[in-house]
Antibody, heavy 117, light 112 residues
Framework: QVQLVQSGAEVRKPGASVKVSCTAA????????IHWARQAPGQGLEWMGRISPNRGDTNYAQAFQGRVTMTRDTSISTAYMEMDRLTSDDTAVYYC??????????WGQGTLVTVSS | DIVMTQSPPSLPVTPGEPASIFCTSTQSLLDSSGHNSLHWYLQKPGQSPQLLIY???YRASGVPDRFSGSGSGTEFTLSISRVEAEDVGVFYC?????????FGGGTKVEIK
């Protein structure tokens, strides 16, 4: 069993950046890749990318390439998703998720990021 | 990118009655091991999504047996044998055959 706990809601101005954390408790942090997905208000889910906590290698969706950076700190079992050059279109709930073979058995509670001037 | 299409977008249901949700993909999700890289999630109101069905037809741990998944290749179905009030929410299919991983647009299930 893995519990994923995300950082709290954030408010940013357009052009700023945001960094969301996802801390894994209850099992070995390096057992699963950590994925990030987002959900704009009233919309569906959009996959952003993944990071392997073990090796640190990443894979990003083309839509976010160059604007998103996923990192991890294995010493505190935490993964991070940082997004730059925010616009109002980035207002969404951001989720981390984990599981074997890209099957998301575990989800964080979500972090609302609001981009507003 | 593999595009996932769900139907219907909205599904009013009567408790105790069956329901079906459909999902199609623009490319086959069948891999060399014979598994379909297609999974179903339910997002209940105000909650994070939760895994229901993985690899097309395998129920996740703790998922009631009224939920079942079927299909192969590019066409898939999520079936609920007898809908219960707690099943309301948005159901999503998701493919993991290739990156970018993609979700269907969702099917909102609500009680009549």
């Amino acid at each position: 069993q893995v519990q994923l706990v995300q950082s709290g809601a954030e408010v940013r101005k357009p052009g700023a950046s945001v960094k969301v954390s996802c801390t894994a408790a209850g099992n070995s942090f390096t057992d699963y890749d950590i994925h990030w997905a987002r959900q704009a208000p009233g919309q569906g889910l959009e996959w952003m990318g993944r990071i392997s906590p073990n090796r640190g290698d990443t894979n990003y969706a083309q839509a976010f390439q160059g604007r998103v950076t996923m990192t991890r700190d294995t010493s505190i079992s935490t993964a991070y998703m940082e997004m730059d050059r925010l616009t109002s279109d980035d207002t969404a709930v951001y989720y981390c998720a984990a599981g074997n073979d890209n099957i998301f058995d575990y989800w964080g509670q979500g972090t609302l990021v609001t981009v507003s001037s | 990118d593999i595009v996932m299409t769900q139907s219907p977008p909205s599904l009013p249901v009567t408790p105790g009655e069956p329901a079906s949700i459909f999902c199609t993909s623009t490319q086959s999700l069948l891999d060399s091991s014979g598994h379909n890289s297609l999974h179903w999630y339910l997002q209940k109101p105000g909650q994070s999504p939760q895994l229901l069905i993985y690899l097309g037809s395998y129920r996740a741990s703790g998922v009631p047996d009224r939920f079942s998944g079927s299909g192969s290749g590019t066409e898939f179905t999520l079936s609920i044998s007898r809908v219960e009030a707690e099943d309301v929410g948005v159901f999503y299919c998701m493919q993991t055959r290739q990156t970018p991983l993609t979700f269907g647009g969702g099917t909102k299930v609500e009680i009549k």
